[in-house]
């Protein structure tokens, strides 16, 4: 006898629903249907729930604000003599906020070469760190897994500029890529 079973989870984690689909089976095969396809080798990816419009620009301006906080600390240290933080113990920080891709590769490389290029001006490097620098900032583009935001803001004293971040879904979270 085939069923057909749906379970439904109160609660979700990390913003993605756990709803359990339980799938048609052929005798001897049981469990959910991502059980199976785990077990075969095939796990299907789903398509992970979307913050909304707030939310996404929200997470851009906070991902900002914290990448500046660290580099900006790690320049001032520098400046003062003292020893910045290491790469590694920041890490951290900003992969809540960012891409692997771009914390390991981009961000590690700007820590320990550009910091003194960017010094006291490092907040335009991130140039949507707070609400009073940006001109506007909106989603424009969503995907199953990626998320298109556009947004103007100074990118130097006098000028302004108009600027794409990319969200993604990396590791069961919304990141800047």
């Not at 991502?34 to 990816?45: C, L, T, W």
Request: hydrophobic residues 40%; contains cysteine.
């Amino acid at each position: 006898m085939v069923v057909l079973l749906l379970f439904m989870v109160a609660g979700c984690r990390n913003g993605v629903d756990e709803t359990v689909v339980e799938e048609p089976v052929s005798s001897g095969e049981s469990g959910t249907a991502e059980e199976r396809s785990v077990r075969n080798g095939q796990k299907e990816a789903s398509v992970p729930d979307q913050p909304d419009d707030e939310v996404v620009v929200e997470m851009v301006i906070q991902a900002h604000a914290v990448a500046l906080d660290i580099f900006f600390s790690a320049f001032e240290d520098g400046f003062l003599g003292v020893e910045p933080t290491p790469f590694d113990e920041v890490r951290p920080t900003l992969i809540e906020h960012y891409s692997e891709r771009l914390v390991d590769k981009e961000f590690k490389q700007f820590y320990e070469e550009s910091l003194w290029a960017w010094g006291y001006e490092m907040h335009f490097a991130f140039p949507f760190f707070d609400r009073e620098n940006i001109i506007d900032l909106d989603v424009k583009k969503r995907e199953d897994t990626r998320i298109v935001v556009r947004g103007t803001a100074y990118v130097n004293y006098e000028e302004h500029d108009t600027i794409t971040q990319h969200l993604i879904y990396e590791n069961s979270r919304w990141v800047l890529d």
